[in-house]
């Protein structure tokens, strides 16, 4: 019988159960209890947390079933074997893996299944990453990868609204016993661990602890009584979108093209007034991110192949729109050996070949281990204006932008600023996520120690239903006034406003030019 110990963790609808080393069987028939109670309201959702014993779980997709050994030399050996009614396929559980089972409502979590599994990835992700491991996703595929080699198992099932069984993720397990089993059904895949990942053996007491924490945080539900008031957009924020006009032949253009804008990508705010304006911030490598920050609606996950023919193409969106200046952007690409770059290359070169008039303003990622061969690469292609957002407050990152680091998109900046010397270089930060001013204050001094002289400022708006919640909306005068102090502290382009984007109003040459066009909306 499993008497694990009942952690309440943060928030009283959810219970934290750990369950120690315990047999598959008997924590499976404890799972069934729970959902029925769970069901008849007797309890609020509920997560065990569970090492097994040596088990082969067997799922309800027969044809992913496919075992390497027979079961009575299997028995021989220790290894238990369960059938059980959750989707995928045969899966296998050991000492040093950690199993996380959550009997949760999704009715009352207003989830649906294929969100709710998003969100166990994400969890798993994150987990991960406090362990030192970078995982990511693949389309089709439920679990969490590292390169090729898998690492972590998802498996659930759904009644009437509840879930049981959940995920599994290799921390210092044997994984031998995987070599009994084609993992999921997929031929080839070879399983891993944070152990073979990293090297080092986490005690399992302290990943549960780091699993909990993240667990409270995805699935707090709130009584009827701390029910959130939806916050009421300020007057101040509320914008028509256009349509017809340049704004029609825009939108027709870039669709016709099959093109990527961030507009689109990042449910921009202002994608109505730019289209207007026959304006467009082009999306480049893909609309798949490797990283998945939490302020941002760009879907993450593992990006396809490099489009060749994508450069030819953002040139004829450059020739059909007339532009004079042209903002280029990408998802993150840590897949890539240069994070991107070469493609970034490309895309200029391909675009002044047609338009040799335009102008260019590129705004990158952070590049991560690949800083010094992207600023090699990007060389190549000088002129233009270089942008990296900083985003946020440090305090903030690893709520808002996990997969950053603060001080290496500082340093990108600083070289970007040695290697390229009267290169404008140009960043941009959002209020509202619950950042002091005293934070802002330092993210602005900052700034301005590495060289960089152009700077936005803007209210961060919820862009999907999953993203971040907007802790404040930040008045249009305090914008003003962080316009003012910015330019105290010696940036000579500052446009801030609720509104202002990181490539919002970008082709306007001089600040007062930039500030002449907002005061005219």
């Known amino acids: 019988m499993i008497t694990g110990q009942i952690?309440?963790?943060?928030n009283d609808s959810l219970q934290i159960r750990d369950c120690g080393l315990e047999d598959f069987r008997e924590t499976l028939e404890l799972q069934q209890r729970l959902v029925e109670q769970r069901r008849r309201g007797e309890i609020g959702d509920t997560v065990l947390l569970v090492e097994h014993q040596p088990v082969i779980t067997l799922g309800i997709r027969q044809n992913a079933n496919k075992m390497l050994a027979e079961r009575e030399k299997l028995?021989?050996?220790g290894i238990d074997i369960v059938e059980i009614r959750r989707g995928g396929g045969a899966t296998a559980h050991n000492p040093g893996q950690i199993v996380f089972y959550p009997i949760l409502n999704l009715q009352e979590l207003h989830l649906g299944i294929n969100e709710y599994i998003r969100k166990l990835e994400q969890i798993g992700i994150e987990l991960l990453e406090m362990l030192g491991v970078k995982s990511e996703r693949r389309k089709g595929f439920p679990g969490l990868w590292v390169?090729?080699?898998?690492?972590a198992s998802i498996g659930v099932r759904v009644s009437r609204q509840i879930t049981h069984h959940g995920m599994a993720i290799n921390i210092n397990n044997d994984l031998s016993i995987f070599d009994y089993i084609v993992p999921c059904g997929l031929e080839g895949v070879e399983m891993t661990s944070v152990l073979n990942e990293t090297g080092k053996k986490h005690s399992l007491q302290e990943v549960k602890s780091f699993l909990?924490?993240?667990l409270s945080d995805y699935f707090k539900v709130k009584s009827k009584k701390q029910k959130v008031k939806i916050r009421r957009l300020p007057e101040w924020l509320k914008r028509p979108m256009p349509a017809g006009g340049q704004y029609g032949k825009t939108s027709e253009i870039v669709n016709t093209l099959g093109l990527e804008t961030i507009c689109m990508s990042a449910n921009c705010p202002n994608r109505g007034q730019c289209w207007s304006r026959g304006t467009a911030t082009v999306l480049?490598?893909?609309?798949?991110?490797?990283r998945g920050?939490?302020?941002?609606s760009v879907a993450n996950g593992r990006p396809g192949p490099v489009d060749a023919t994508e450069p030819g193409r953002v040139a004829e969106l450059a020739k059909k729109l007339n532009l004079k200046y042209l903002v280029i952007t990408s998802v993150n690409r840590d897949d890539l050996a240069d994070g991107g770059a070469g493609h970034f290359r490309d895309c200029i070169r391909e675009v002044r070949r047609q338009c040799t008039d335009i102008k260019f303003e590129i705004l990158t990622p952070d590049f991560r281990d690949y800083q010094e061969q992207a600023i090699a690469i990007l060389a190549e292609v000088l002129p233009f204006v270089f942008a990296h957002n900083v985003e946020t407050v440090p305090s903030l990152y690893k709520k808002a932008r996990s997969g950053g680091d603060y001080q290496r998109s500082l340093n990108l900046l600083k070289m970007v600023k040695k290697a390229f010397g009267d290169t404008p270089t140009k960043s941009s930060?959002?209020?509202g996520l619950g950042e002091s001013d005293e934070e802002v204050e330092q993210v602005l001094r900052g700034l301005r120690a590495v060289g960089c002289e152009r700077l936005t400022i803007g209210q961060y708006l919820k862009p999907s239903k999953d993203s971040l919640e907007v802790a404040e909306y930040i008045r249009p005068e305090k914008f003003d006034w962080w316009r003012h102090r910015a330019i105290e502290l010696g940036f000579n382009w500052v446009i801030s406003a609720p509104f202002a984007r990181s490539s919002y109003l970008a082709e306007t040459l001089t600040d007062t030019d930039v500030n002449t066009d907002l005061h005219r909306q």
């Open 429 to 431: 930060i959002m209020l």
């Open 212 to 214: 909990s924490k993240i």
């Open 75 to 77: 028995k021989d050996k």
């Open 293 to 296: 920050c939490k302020f941002c």
């Open 147 to 151: 390169n090729d080699k898998k690492i």
């Open 7 to 10: 952690n309440q963790i943060r």
């Open 284 to 290: 480049i490598l893909g609309k798949i991110c490797t």
